[in-house]
């Protein structure tokens, strides 16, 4: 995929939902990887045509895993003049050895935004972009449907009341396999998360299905969209 594809799914997703309003300052979250970086190089290339003038600033919450590598997005920050925060937080020990946790992706989740949101407040964000793809869309529908029994989805627009921050989802039209061909073509970054139980997730047993339900039935990952924008979101 090339950038002008990639601006040209952004740019739906913020016309479309009203992401993006004079004077906003964005927080980008960085996890490291492909989704994260992605996404900031498309916001600081809409930037540059979008009639709507906002600022975006990267912000990556440091689990404190090991040994992850931030110097190569700093230096990718640093190209497009962008800011980059590292925010030090010992959320891996909590939830893997204080915390044991049996479920360690939800508890983990959580202070992972809360020490974002809090970071984001801190510096004058009014808003966070969080790379939630089109898979990732369909695969929590899919989630939601399995574990919970009711069909839901992630908005694309979500105001948080007590932090006052609203959380836009501008790669929800960018398919997943896009997203790896542009990190391959421009040469992303990609730090990888040393998190033990990556790869070993509900989310990844989601993923697996859907990928093996749309090899038997070429199309139907575009329908199950297209289901998830048909019902609205709450």
């Known amino acids: 995929m090339k ?3 990639l601006f040209s ?23 490291g990887g492909k989704d994260s970086l992605t996404l900031l190089y498309a916001l600081n290339g809409l930037k540059r045509f979008y009639p709507k003038k906002f600022d975006v600033v990267a912000i990556t919450v440091d689990l404190d895993f090991g040994i992850q590598d931030f110097s190569k997005i700093e230096k990718y920050c640093n190209d497009m003049d962008i ?12 939830v893997f050895n204080e915390r044991q946790e049996s479920n360690p992706c939800s508890l983990c989740a959580k202070m992972r935004k809360g020490a974002l949101n809090d970071f984001a407040k801190s510096i004058g964000c009014n808003k966070i972009a969080y790379a939630h793809h089109k898979d990732d869309m369909i695969e929590t529908m899919f ?6 029994g009711r069909f839901h989805c992630f908005s694309p627009v979500t105001y948080l ?19 790896i061909g542009f990190t391959k073509k421009y040469e ?11 790869g070993h997730t509900k989310r990844e047993y989601v993923k697996n299905i859907v990928k ?7 199309g139907c990952k575009e329908r199950f969209f297209r289901a998830v924008l048909n019902k609205g979101f709450d």
């Open 3 to 5: 950038a002008q594809r």
């Open 9 to 31: 799914y952004v740019r739906r997703a913020t016309d479309d939902y009203n992401m993006i309003n004079d004077g906003d300052k964005i927080a980008v979250g960085i996890s």
């Open 83 to 94: 800011e980059y925060y590292v925010v030090k937080t010992e959320i891996a020990n909590v």
């Open 143 to 148: 989630l939601s449907l399995i574990y919970e």
């Open 161 to 179: 009341d007590k932090m006052e921050l609203t959380v836009i989802r501008p790669l929800m039209y960018v398919p997943e396999a896009d997203v």
């Open 188 to 198: 992303l970054p990609v730090a990888k998360s040393k998190c033990p139980v990556d």
């Open 212 to 218: 093996q339900l749309n090899k038997e039935n070429p």
